[in-house]
């Protein structure tokens, strides 16, 4: 997914305690804390000793620009009460990885270490406690520590998932901590207002690709950034996301369920099989107006003296407008957004084009200043007038427009 820059990350400015317990996954606690860094939140990180034994604490001040604590007899800080004074500046205390040690420690409340003691000290309602797990596959499916993971769901902590596939020690299953971007994006949804839940967004995203034989066809210079951008806000909000995307080799944001298509008919397809779960459609796809009439089943070859092929086309649907005259959009139960990309007179056209498709918000951007870029300007257009967002990262005017869209869901 896109770098989300500083400003626009809702981590920045947070102050978070990174804990590591003992396991070979510490090695990618040094990547998590320096993605922390640059996406603006300042990181205090508490070892344990065994955490110690894999990854030293040389390392970790390095990357997050701030002495290592992981002694609870610390005389650097003036009262000696490390526990309290790091538990009560933090937003978040994010154990990574969290070890099935550590993790029937916490359950006891145990407080021998450091990090034991300040995940007890630290105020409930105030400081949450995320732990990202992570050990052998046996040691995660034992019914020790899945027991251990509810307790510590039923009191409070918020206990993220684990990845699959080959581990360390050459065993293949569940229990790998996440990857690096994949806490990123985990942590960054915690701290993102939850102003989508209970909504399931369908998004059309990219371009769509209509073939003139095998080998050859007709697209366009859509990347799709715009609706992965959406669909990482909307899932960040709360929401349950559908993610409808032509050709493009952009990466799945985290959360979101993706349905890849070429054609616009497939498009079309894909949308009428989710749209009837959906409560909010967005449609950012650059889709095709037109197919090729009569697709070659072979390639079409060049012959000497042979004439260029005449190519004729015929009208593919309108996938937003069919959406927005269905029953579901016009009784209210699904809202519909489109996209316009024009080159000139945003305005007018963009108006035009909310009144032809039936939508009641339409976003217009200038085609060229967005094919491909990290970056857009927009202009909001609905049955009261036009709002501008001011020229952004595509991740920060998707965050705009969700938050816009949620506050007219509940207007
Ligand atoms: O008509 P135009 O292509 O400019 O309209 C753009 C809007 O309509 C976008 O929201 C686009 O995703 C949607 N659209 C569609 N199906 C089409 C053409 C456009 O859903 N065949």
Redo the contacts with the bound molecule.
Sequence with gaps: MQDTPISSSPLAGRHLVLGLSGGIACYKAAELCRALVKAGATVQVVMTDAAAQFITPVTMQALSGRPVYSNQWDAREGNNMAHINLSRQADAIVVAPASADFMAKLIHGGADDLLGLMCLARPLERVPLILAPAMNREMYAHPATQRNIAQLRADGSHVLGVGAGEQACGEVGDGRMLEPQELLEELSAFFSPKVLAGQHVLI?AGPTYEAIDPVRGITNRSSGKMGFALAQAAWRAGAQVTLVAGPVSLPTPRGVQRIDVQS?QQMQQAVQSCVERATVFI???????WRVDGVADHKIKKGEGTQAPALSFVE??????GVAASERARSGRLYCV????ESHDLLAHAQA?RQR?GVPLLVGNIGPDTFGRDDNALLLVDEQGSQELARASKVQLATELVAIVAQRLRS
Excluded at 283 to 289: C, E, H, K, T
Excluded at 338 to 341: D, L, P, R, T
């Design positions: 059309t616009a449609a950012s796809a650059a889709v095709a107006d593919n649907p309108d996938i937003l407008a489109g996209f316009a990309a084009k498709k």
